[in-house]
């Protein structure tokens, strides 16, 4: 049997490999402390739980509309304006088997074989390959750490060509906790509104900002801009797999037509339970969880300044992404090589910048507890000595 050539060219995600390695060495007994994880550690919220239970127990289990319940959207609608000021209609949110889902039917629905699709580096570890599924050509602009990771409005404008269909943003950012300012924003506002180009803006990660505020791409050119959000990091509901797009009612519709033909609705119990999470008396959950985040970020940024690591400190997500340049070369020639021997000798995994590209970098999730941070932190610390020593 042979493979369609462009599934040959896609690469199997890092971190769910590397996260996926590393539960396993746990489940053999192995004392693994993990950075690796993309999701939060807390429990899904009480009420989104005892909904889902008891959508089961009252027979929701058949299939709903292709795009969610209304009740869902409506919710969604009104928990977005409150987050972020952002008004949508029903017509405007489909609710999607995943927020990773709703940026694969945005693409699909808009980008041909040959376009051009503009992604910042650092990047998403999927980003690059979800756009070759679908037949476009990634193209990066490179944002620095001189600069926060903030992009550079100019280095955008000049990546735009006459293939260029989609602009991919992703504040805060996963992998380095970067969040953009709204002057940036509105810089880039100015370029794409002159352009034809559609910006996605991955803002999955949105409420989890603990300097100051994130405010959406949206409100800068909601007219020309796919919202990506879900239940995932906000709510600890990774499992759930609930995602949603927010945009103008034409990608929305295709977006539906692309989803009719591949998963269909997403799971009816998850949906109820993901109503109960959006519910005003279940966001207590969103502020205690975002504290408690920015703690663990202090802790982590602290403990690896203290061993003369170079980072910038992320303002959003839960994720930190030092440069380890400076141990590369000797004993470990790349961040795949370093991932390697930290978890086979310290038994400790991080991801390698490879995959985000940013080689000389590694990404650490502080979505585990204090105490494990501290351990973590503390044998990589000893792991890097013996590759200088």
Known sequence: MELSKRVKEIKPSPTLSLDAKAKELISKGE???????????????????????????????????????????????????????????????????????????????????????????????????????????PKFVETKPENNFEPNPDDIANAISSRTKVLILNFPCNPTGAVASPDVFKEIAKIVSKRDVFVISDEIYGTLVYDGVFESFARFLKEKTLVIWGMSKTYSMTGWRIGFGLGPEKIISAMRKVQSQTTSNPTTISQYASLAALEEESQKFVRETTEKFKQRRDLIFNLLCELGIKCVKPRGAFYIFPDVSEFLGGKVKTTDELSDFLLGNCKVLVI?????????????????????????VKRIKEGLSSLKG
């Open 31 to 137: 004392d693994i402390i993990s950075f690796g994880a993309g999701e939060p550690d807390f429990p899904s919220p009480d009420e989104a739980c005892e909904w889902g239970k008891r959508a089961i127990d009252q027979g929701k289990t058949k299939y709903t509309a292709v795009d969610g319940i209304p009740e869902l959207k409506k919710a969604v609608a009104k928990r977005f304006e409150n987050f972020f000021g952002v008004k949508y209609d029903v017509k405007e949110i489909i609710v999607t088997p995943g927020a990773k889902m709703a940026i694969y039917e945005a693409l699909f629905s808009l980008v041909d074989e040959g376009d051009e699709v503009i992604i910042l580096s650092p990047y998403w570890v999927s980003y690059p390959d979800m756009v070759k599924m679908v037949g476009g050509i």
């Open 352 to 376: 390698p910048g490879s995959g985000f590209g940013a080689e000389g970098f590694i990404r650490l999730s502080f979505a585990l507890s204090e105490e494990k941070i501290k351990e973590g």
